[in-house]
DNA sequence: GTAAACATACCAACCAGTCGGTATGATATC
DNA sequence: GATATCATACCGACTGGTTGGTATGTTTAC
């Protein structure tokens, strides 16, 4: 009875408002959202936005920190595969799971910082440096899975992890564009197909022949 | 003397807005550039502007057209190396020329259209496809040579000439993604050399072992 | 001379950001 | 335990500047 909920989670605001963020900037790209229209997704008002955001560009890249919260557990905590034991297995895995998420509108899959980035790098040095803290994150992440794989089972060429975490996410960003422009997940899919089987094709040359 | 020089050669204006908005749009993104910062890059005034073009979208569309063209010219028709005998040693030679462009700043060598569509591909149907033609026009020219190449040498997998095509593109279009975010070309250039390797590995599997 | 190729001045809508104010709840004072 | 004080969360009208686009006039080409 004496619980002291101290006092109630007003988180509220904030996040509906950097959701809000994630999901029209994906959609409409970050210099064609505006304050007003992410205020009326979230369903709150301009004076909230600002009590909160000292400016756009501070929501950009609190959402871009959210960004990397978000993926980090939607992809390397949450999902059952994560705990295959054999760490190439766990790779092709994950692969699969990317392939898995192309699916609907674009909103619904594409990279909220690889989208702003495109637009700000140039314009906003804190944007841009938010967006690569982010991308850099999933890179360093998945390096890790990629170091075990190649600890294991080796790989050819002397490829180092980081330098094919990085092509993974180049493939995956790239996946995006075409999807955009096409109006279809389906050229994104063959293309991340692609890089399923340069992966096993590095850890072992001959194994589908 | 009467040295009639006909009429000079008035395409000017209209030919530098579409190199302005090529500049800037990949420097800024497409929302983020207005009307009158293209006018001023291009040294015209805004009446010249809307006498070329109705409205800002239309430029979009003719700048996407033009795109095409010079891509297919800078790409395809001038260098040395497209005339290569060999179909593999001339897709090679490809991938090393996109690989050489990866240098300086981003707006240098990163993709008009692919920048463009990502921020309209929602919004603006004529916009999304004005895009979607010229990468498909490059994807389609790109294939033929694959598919040379395939002829001659054979593929992994059976892996398809426009399927390639597409990959090819996506990972150019990861990579200057990439390349933004890091402000560096280093990993950009890394994941086409990936790219260079999977190229050799489909089509000969054991050969740089 | 006439039609295309510009230039200048202007407009309404929209933009990010400000500001005065309110509602609420925690803490301090007596 | 009632009251004063303060901090946080939020509201919505407002502002100065910018936006894409227009109206109208001038210059140039043939």
């Given at each position: 009875m004496s619980s002291r909920v101290t006092h109630a989670p007003r988180q509220s605001a904030r996040s509906k408002l950097i959701d809000a963020a994630h999901m029209l900037v994906r959609k409409q790209g970050y210099a064609a959202t505006s304050v007003d229209e992410i205020c009326a997704a979230a369903g709150v008002s301009k004076g909230a936005f600002f009590h909160h955001f000292a400016s756009k560009?501070?929501?950009?890249?609190?959402?871009?920190?959210?960004?990397?919260?978000?993926?980090?557990?939607?992809?390397?905590?949450?999902?059952?595969?994560?705990?295959?034991?054999?760490?190439?297995?766990?790779?092709?895995?994950?692969?699969d799971f990317r392939l898995f998420m192309l699916e609907g509108p674009p909103e619904g899959f594409t990279c909220f910082v690889g989208t702003m980035v495109q637009e700000s790098f140039a314009s906003s040095e804190a944007l841009r440096h938010a967006s690569e803290a982010s991308i850099s994150a999933y890179c360093e992440r998945l390096a890790v899975d990629i170091e075990a794989a190649i600890a294991r089972y080796r790989i050819r060429d002397g490829v180092s992890a980081i330098s094919l975490a990085w092509h993974v996410q180049a493939v995956l960003q790239g996946a995006f564009v075409i999807a955009k422009a096409r109006n279809s997940p389906r050229e994104a899919r063959d293309s991340v197909l692609h890089l399923k089987r340069y992966i096993k094709m590095l850890f072992d040359g001959g194994e589908n022949r």
């Open positions: 560009e501070e929501l950009g890249v609190a959402a871009a920190e959210q960004w990397t919260a978000r993926a980090d557990e939607l992809i390397f905590t949450l999902p059952p595969w994560v705990r295959i034991e054999d760490p190439l297995e766990r790779l092709l895995a994950h692969i």
